[in-house]
Structures are given as structure tokens and as C-alpha cells.
């Protein structure tokens, strides 16, 4: 199944609340999506003068690969960032699993986190948003 049908399967979800989907292929191949709850949206982080921040002076932390989503470092554990944490370049945000190897994803500028897009434990796509800074 080519990823633009896969796409077309997963806006159908979206737009109709579905959680889970199973497309199977005339050929026998099948596909199953899944989605978790969608969370309500974050409270805008305001700036220091009270200002609304600009979101388009966000960098985005994408996924470097396929895998799942941990934000601690061990199951039980404070996660490696919130939002509102200052971060510097080169600073472990967050960790994905792939392939039973954990790996670490870093910060790419300095920063404040003002944005978590996924959720610890979800399974997360290459170049998907994980969060973003500011």
C-alpha cells in the first residue's frame, strides 16, 4: 500500500473519529492504523511581557526515525523536559525506541520548550513533531 493511500486512510479517521482502522488489499496485504485520544490543545506559553508568542519562530524537534516515544529516561522517571524548561543545543530531550535500541534525540538550538506533540509511550513516525522550542 503506497503512503498516499495510507494518508487518505488516516484523514478519513481523523475526520471521522475513528481510533482504530483495518484495510485489507485484494492482493491479501493489509494495513492496520491506530490512533490514541487526541489531547486538547496546550495553553499558549506567553512571552515574558505578556506578549502572545509567535509560533513561527518555533524550531520543531522532529523524529529522526520510526519508533516509540519516551520522554523519560527509564519507565517511573522524571522526563527529560517539560514544557517551560530551558534547553541548550546538544541537550537530550527525549528518547525513541527502534528496534530494542533507545535512541537519544537532542536539542538542535537553545531554548525554551513550549510545545510536547506526542505523548510517552506513542508511537511516532520519521519527521513527525515531537515538540518544539522557542
Do not use: W
Not at 484495510?23 to 493489509?30: K, N, Q, T, Y
Not at 490514541?36 to 520543531?60: K, Q, R
Amino acid at each position: 500500500m503506497d503512503a498516499s493511500k495510507i494518508a487518505q486512510v488516516a484523514d478519513i479517521m481523523t475526520s471521522r473519529g475513528l481510533t482504530r482502522v483495518r484495510v485489507e488489499e485484494p492482493d491479501g496485504s493489509a494495513i492496520e492504523l491506530e490512533c490514541g485520544p487526541v489531547a486538547p490543545a496546550p495553553e499558549p506559553v506567553a512571552a515574558s511581557d505578556d506578549a502572545p508568542l509567535d509560533m513561527s519562530h518555533t524550531t520543531a524537534v522532529r523524529a529522526p526515525m520510526v519508533g516509540v516515544f519516551y520522554a523519560a529516561p527509564a519507565p517511573g522517571a522524571e522526563p527529560f523536559v517539560h514544557v517551560g524548561s530551558k534547553v541548550k543545543k546538544g541537550e537530550t530531550l527525549c528518547v525513541i525506541e527502534a528496534m530494542k535500541v533507545m535512541n537519544e534525540v537532542t536539542a538542535e538550538a537553545d531554548g525554551e520548550i513550549v510545545d510536547i506533540c506526542v505523548h510517552d509511550g506513542d508511537l511516532v513516525e520519521y519527521g513527525c513533531c515531537l515538540m518544539k522550542i522557542y
